[in-house]
């Protein structure tokens, strides 16, 4: 989760890097300008179309792949493969975004990023936090809107002050969209014309980029501090379950593989097909989460390179 977060300054490190790079080059074999240090970099199709995107998706890649372990492990779809929808539709927004030019993004794009934007806020609030609750209905209650008067912060919490916690969330609400963007860098070179294209112009105009980095850093450090209080409470409260993840509908289960009950069958026998059928569904998940790996590389092929 932190490294995701981590890729903006990960990209200005390796940007720094190649221009050091670049600038010993050139002063030592005397071929490149110190002056035009600046220009090779803009044209460099290793730095941006390589270097810098591979910053960007590795560390998604890696945390998708980390979801679909998770799986496997707790051998539970849910909330893992929810968070690895969340991450493979960001993903999807951010190729596109890296590698279509600014002024040239379908509309769709604006909409899929509110949608993700509107997934993200909600996974941290309830899934990843697990921090609101809705108390049980009164029964003389009546009003328009009747969940949002019985939305309470959970009852079990570390910190004593629940204005903390309510800033919080609206600071990660106001500044979520900072995550995604993050991820885009300033400009990439288009390899049919060569051509430099803009995907982020805002960072190369102005402070903006580095507001972007430094509030995404901040909005995650709060994250930690409250993804820490739930990891806490589960290990220090023994009785403090969740309301999420023990949800037993989210067992894997082919149910339409199960072997059929019959009382009158042999002990080891029916033994014998249990052990075949739990095998069996150890290897279709596996299936399944091939598919899921692949829809992340190949939807992010088809959005990066050749969706217009």
């Not at 890097?17 to 035009?36: A, P």
């Not at 051998?75 to 999807?92: D, E, I, M, T």
């Not at 509110?114 to 921090?131: G, R, S, T, Y």
């Not at 070179?189 to 803009?198: A, D, F, K, P, V």
Request: positive net charge; proline residues 3%; hydrophobic residues 50%.
């Amino acid at each position: 989760e932190v490294a995701t977060s981590m890729v903006r300054p990960l990209q200005d490190i390796f940007f720094a890097l190649f221009w050091y790079f670049v600038s010993f080059y050139g002063i030592f074999t005397g071929k490149i300008e110190l002056e035009e240090t600046g220009s090779k970099l803009q044209r460099s199709i290793i730095l941006h179309d390589v270097v810098l995107p591979t910053c960007a998706i590795l560390p998604l890649l890696c945390r998708f792949l980390q979801t679909l372990r998770q799986a496997v492990d707790e051998q539970r779809r849910w909330p893992y493969l929810g968070n690895a929808f969340k991450y493979l539709s960001a993903s999807l927004v951010i190729m596109y975004g890296m590698t279509h030019n600014e002024d040239e993004r379908s509309w769709w794009w604006n909409y899929c990023f509110v949608a993700c934007l509107l997934h993200q806020i909600w996974w941290d609030i309830v899934i990843d936090w697990e921090l609101l609750q809705v108390i049980p209905r009164e029964e003389n209650e009546s009003t328009f809107l009747p969940c949002i008067p019985r939305i309470r912060l959970r009852s079990r919490r570390l910190f004593k002050s629940s204005r903390s916690y309510w800033r919080i969330i609206i600071f990660n609400v106001i500044f979520r969209f900072t995550w995604m963007l993050s991820f885009i860098p300033a400009q990439h070179i288009n390899l049919q014309s060569g051509e430099i294209e803009h995907t982020f112009s805002m960072d190369l105009k102005s402070f903006f980029g580095f507001a972007v980095a430094f509030t995404e850093l901040l909005r995650r450090c709060l994250w930690t501090i409250l993804r820490l209080e739930l990891e806490t409470l589960k290990i220090s409260h023994t009785r403090y379950t969740g309301n999420v993840t023990a949800i037993k509908s989210s067992r894997i289960n082919y149910s339409w593989f199960a072997p059929y009950s019959d009382e009158s069958a042999a002990m080891q026998r029916s033994d014998m097909k249990w052990a075949a059928y739990r095998l069996l569904v150890r290897r279709l998940f596996w299936l399944e989460l091939f598919f899921w790996f692949a829809a992340f590389i190949g939807l992010g092929l088809w959005v990066g390179a050749f969706l217009e």
